[in-house]
């Protein structure tokens, strides 16, 4: 016997309205949704908020432990016998020779041989230091009688030979005139250097000619050695 089924119950004959009642309630929905208007919550104002304040800085302090105290320990026990060792090894004794020589005993010592230092005499030597003064031809004595001697001579050389009319022909003002002569005595007693000073040329010249007139002396010596002695011989005389 074949079963039938009613046509009511088929579901399937009702597919297409279900279909529509779908798009129907999704279309209401949609527009629903963008019909709908929606507000920005508003806040109060809370503050600001200081964390810093609320948050404590946090300090660990950290102490040391106290030493534990020492745990008695008993002492090692002690011997029962002292037990004295003898060291077999002899000891080297090391003996410090001294270094003194005796008086008995020679010393050698090396000659020394001093080296001569030759001394730098200076060549040139001023007539007032000078240890041997020059000698004038005609001066003997000791070295003061000498030195008094050539300055004697050099003062009457120059009164003989200086041409006084020459000082009153050059117009110079009156009164006291004077003349320095310089000039050295060589290591062979020649006359050298010549050089002068004077208020007027010609009288230069006349200084320096009665220079060239001294004669040869015997030169004076410094350590035993001839040297150069410089010798200032001043010249004063009267314009009338």
């Known amino acids: 016997m074949e079963i039938k089924k009613n046509p009511k119950s088929n579901l399937e004959n009702y597919s297409k309205l279900?279909?529509?009642?779908?798009?129907?309630?999704?279309?209401?929905?949609?527009?629903?949704?963008?019909?709908?208007?929606?507000?920005?919550?508003?806040y109060g104002d809370l503050g600001m908020v200081n964390m810093a304040s609320d948050v404590e800085e946090e300090t660990i302090e950290i102490q040391p432990e106290a030493p534990k105290p020492p745990q008695n320990t008993p002492p090692p026990p002690a011997p029962e016998k002292i037990e004295v060792v003898k060291d077999e090894k002899e000891v080297e004794e090391t003996v410090i020779e001294s270094t003194e020589t005796d008086e008995s005993e020679a010393v050698k010592v090396e000659e020394i041989q001093e080296a001569e230092v030759e001394e730098d005499i200076v060549e040139d030597v001023p007539f007032s230091i000078i240890e041997d003064v020059p000698v004038f031809p005609g001066c003997?004595?000791?070295?003061a009688q000498k030195k008094a001697c050539l300055n004697d001579m050099m003062n009457k050389h120059v009164q003989?030979?200086?041409?006084?009319?020459?000082?009153?022909?050059?117009?110079?003002?009156?009164?006291?005139?004077?003349?320095?002569l310089v000039f050295k005595i060589g290591k062979t007693g020649e006359i050298e250097d010549i050089t002068a000073r004077a208020p007027h040329p010609r009288l230069k010249q006349e200084a320096i000619r009665i220079a060239k007139k001294l004669p040869k002396m015997e030169p004076g010596k410094q350590r035993g050695r001839a040297v150069r002695v410089g010798y200032t011989l001043p010249i004063t005389f009267n314009v009338e």
């Open 18 to 42: 279900f279909m529509q009642l779908g798009l129907v309630l999704a279309l209401f929905i949609t527009y629903v949704a963008i019909e709908n208007k929606t507000y920005d919550k508003e």
């Open 140 to 143: 003997t004595g000791t070295k």
């Open 160 to 180: 003989r030979y200086f041409d006084a009319d020459l000082a009153n022909e050059l117009g110079l003002s009156p009164g006291k005139k004077r003349i320095y």
